[in-house]
């Protein structure tokens, strides 16, 4: 296992530094062997990446170094569980930075070498994350989901798209939290706790839902689409043990959507924590944009610092 995490700036407010400090050491739970980050200002045609090996907490003073002010966009944090490729390598380090794809990634892969066989595509590095970079910028996120096996969350930059959006998904196998400040920038990890712990200030969160792809713009949209057919439940499983291994058991399918608009609630994990299901919100379509702020955060709903929520159509032009 590795962790991810990262932070979207959406309103030019300056960096939580302490906040993000806590959030790259606190992600050691889930690896050490190796850490790194890719960061872009407001404006900028490229991310940069930074990586080594060992714990992220030898290099806490990047954050200082680069992300302070007002002028950053976003910051993608990694810590590295080794499981393929050496970490004395570099390239092997996460952020993995290929065919303008800059990526991290918590999980493994089944099938590396048969997806670089395929894309006939001859791979850089030993780590088998390097094959998401050649499934994105051959394919797309579409393909990925149905061909790559393993267990996948990734956050990524595509340049081709545009170097100012981050774009998460999770297939399930891993966790993946994404939240709301209450100053309208978006923090996400690989668990709730992570970010509850670096001290910032939550509006709202959610499990990401497997199978879907969610676009972090400028403008502060939280953007999400189905990528694949295929459809299972959030992955919840904070401390990959047992007792955390399955808290939605006994939801329906129809519970899916219900994961994003917050209408499901989870409590701080512990050795009893499960989950509870609340009342759901009321019906999307029969309700006003700003009676749901709070919750809506799906294929439908949209947020803009200068529209606040709004619904998406498609003659909008949205993702």
């Known amino acids: 296992m590795c962790g991810i995490g990262g932070f979207y700036n959406t309103n030019s407010t300056n960096t939580p530094l302490k906040c993000l400090e806590d959030l790259w050491t606190g992600l050691e739970d889930r690896g050490t062997h190796a850490h790194g980050l890719a960061f872009n200002w407001v404006g900028a045609d490229k991310p940069v990446s930074i990586k080594q090996a060992g714990p992220a907490s030898d290099s806490l003073h990047l954050?200082?170094?680069?992300?302070?002010?007002?002028?950053?966009?976003?910051?993608?944090?990694?810590?590295?569980?080794?499981?393929?490729?050496?970490?004395?390598?570099?390239g092997n380090n996460h952020p993995i930075v290929r065919d303008g794809i800059t990526l991290t990634h918590n999980g493994v892969l089944r099938n590396d070498k048969h997806v670089f066989s395929t894309l006939k595509?001859?791979?850089?590095?030993?780590?088998?994350?390097?094959a998401l970079n050649v499934a994105l910028a051959v394919k797309n996120i579409n393909w990925l989901a149905d061909n790559v096996k393993g267990s996948i969350s990734l956050a990524w930059i595509d340049e081709k798209d545009s170097s100012q959006n981050v774009h998460l998904f999770t297939n399930g196998g891993n966790p993946l939290t994404i939240a709301r400040t209450k100053c309208g920038n978006i923090v996400w990890a690989s668990c709730l706790h992570h970010i509850e712990a670096s001290g910032?200030?939550?509006?709202?969160?959610?499990?990401?839902?497997?199978?879907?792809?969610?676009?972090?713009?400028?403008?502060?949209?939280?953007?999400?689409?189905?990528?694949?057919?295929?459809?299972?439940?959030?992955?919840?499983?904070?401390?990959?043990?047992?007792?955390?291994s399955n808290w939605y058991k006994n939801l329906s399918w129809d519970d899916i959507d219900d994961f994003e608009n917050n209408s499901i609630k989870v409590s701080h994990p512990s050795s009893k924590a499960r989950a509870k299901k609340s009342t759901p919100i009321p019906n999307k379509s029969k309700v006003h944009a700003s009676s749901v702020s709070e919750q809506a955060i799906n294929d439908d709903w949209a947020y803009s610092d200068s529209r606040g929520w709004f619904m998406i159509s498609e003659e909008e032009g949205e993702y």
């Open 63 to 90: 954050v200082n170094k680069f992300l302070g002010g007002n002028q950053l966009r976003y910051v993608l944090l990694h810590t590295r569980y080794t499981t393929q490729g050496s970490v004395e390598n570099n």
């Open 200 to 244: 910032f200030e939550i509006k709202n969160s959610f499990s990401a839902v497997p199978f879907k792809e969610y676009i972090l713009r400028p403008d502060g949209a939280i953007k999400s689409k189905w990528v694949s057919k295929q459809r299972k439940l959030a992955n919840v499983n904070t401390y990959h043990s047992s007792q955390y």
């Open 121 to 130: 595509v001859s791979p850089m590095y030993q780590v088998d994350s390097e």
